[in-house]
Structure formats: structure tokens, C-alpha cells
């Protein structure tokens, strides 16, 4: 059981380019989200999915893309990597319940240079 | 905007002693979270208190709720050198659409010094 998998751990990628960050729980939770987390800024949601097949945006939008691709699996994508992208992110899951008690990846750092 | 917010940012104890952390947010919740991040690693989530709840406890830990200010308390007992960590309050906000939402603090660092 291992919970929430985020890849790739680690990426450095230049302005303009694009990547996909990957998330896959096995926990059969119905809500999964993206955060980034900045010095300073704390957490904060980029994307949700309440359920398999909706998406809504969250704080910090802005310059990404995702996917409930199934049950299990929800990607974010950057499109045109900008160096104001450059920080740790986090997929976390959640059962659809009253309480959302949030279970985390290990986050993937990413750089844009 | 960031709806919970910790203070102290930065706590430094020794071990043995009590650490206490406050978290003020500004709407109505539906329960509040608390969760720890150590050093390069994901969110762990503690405990949960409901909004109808003033006090709950886990093992070391005791959660605080004061829905009237709008505030929290994390409080660690007999610290040790393994909390070192940056804990984070996270308030379960009320309505909105589709799934329910947490909102995160810059959190408070927490170093116990052995």
C-alpha cells in the first residue's frame, strides 16, 4: 500500500518547455489535488478534482493544466515553464467525505531556469 | 488567500518542554486540521477537531477550538527531538462547489533541541 506516488522526485527544465507532474493513489479516494509550496507563501491549490471526471481551479491556476485521467491517477501540466513556476509540488488525495483529511505525496521539486 | 495562519513562525524549544502553536483563519469551518512536514517530505496529517468540538486529544498532542475568536491551538507535551518539524493548521472551509476544500498556513517551525 503505498499510499500517494508522485514522479518524477526531481526536474530542472528550461523556460518554455513542458512536462507533465504525475499523481496515482491507491487508497480508492474520490477527490485529488495539486499544491505548490513556496517559501514564504505556504500551500497553496492550484487544482482540484472533487471526482473522477470534474476539475476546478483552486488559488493559483494560472499556467497549468490537469487531468483526472481515472480514479487512481491525476497529472498537472505545465505547458510553457515559466521561472516563477519553480517550486515543490504536492498531489494530495482524499475520500469524499465530511471530514477530507488530506493524505500527501512526496512532492517534486522542480526548477525552471 | 490563505485562510489559516500560524504563529509563532518560528519556535525553538528544548526537550522536555511544551510547544505551543496558534492558528487564526476567517470564515466558518467545518472542522480544522492539523498537519506536520518534516524536512523535505510531504504533509502528515495529526488530528481533526470539529467546529462543535473545543478540545480533542492524542497522545501527546492537544487540539484547542475557539470558533467565537476564530482560533486554534496546537500544544505538544514532553517534546522531542523527533517533533522537529514546520506544522501547519488547515481549516476545512465551509460550502463551495464540488469537493471540500483545506486551506493552508506558511505553518510554524518547530525545532527541539536535544
Known amino acids: 500500500n503505498a499510499g500517494v506516488t508522485q514522479t518524477p522526485k526531481f526536474q530542472v527544465l528550461k523556460t518554455g518547455q513542458s512536462m507533465t507532474l504525475q499523481c496515482a493513489q491507491d487508497?480508492?479516494?474520490?477527490?485529488m489535488y495539486w499544491y505548490r509550496q513556496d517559501p514564504g507563501m505556504g500551500l497553496r491549490l492550484i487544482y482540484y478534482s472533487a471526482s473522477e471526471g470534474t476539475t476546478d481551479k483552486g488559488e493559483v491556476p494560472n499556467g497549468y493544466n490537469v487531468s483526472r485521467l481515472n480514479k487512481r491517477e491525476f497529472s498537472l501540466r505545465l505547458e510553457s515553464a515559466a521561472p516563477s513556476q519553480t517550486s515543490v509540488y504536492f498531489c494530495a488525495s482524499s475520500e469524499r467525505a465530511a471530514k477530507n483529511i488530506q493524505y500527501f505525496g512526496a512532492g517534486t521539486r522542480l526548477s525552471v531556469l | 488567500s490563505q485562510q489559516g495562519e500560524e504563529d509563532p513562525q518560528a519556535l525553538s524549544i528544548q526537550e522536555g518542554e511544551n510547544a505551543t502553536m496558534n492558528c487564526s483563519y476567517k470564515?466558518?469551518?467545518?472542522?480544522l486540521q492539523w498537519y506536520r512536514q518534516n524536512s523535505g517530505r510531504g504533509l502528515v496529517h495529526l488530528i481533526l477537531i470539529r467546529s462543535n468540538e473545543r478540545e480533542k486529544h492524542s497522545g501527546r498532542l492537544r487540539v484547542t477550538l475557539d470558533t467565537s475568536k476564530k482560533s486554534s491551538s496546537l500544544l505538544i507535551t514532553a517534546s522531542r527531538a523527533a517533533d522537529t518539524a514546520s506544522y501547519f493548521c488547515a481549516p476545512h472551509l465551509r460550502g463551495g462547489r464540488g469537493g471540500s476544500r483545506l486551506t493552508f498556513g506558511e505553518g510554524t517551525q518547530l525545532t527541539v533541541n536535544p
Open positions: 470564515t466558518s469551518i467545518n472542522n
Open positions: 487508497m480508492n479516494h474520490n477527490s
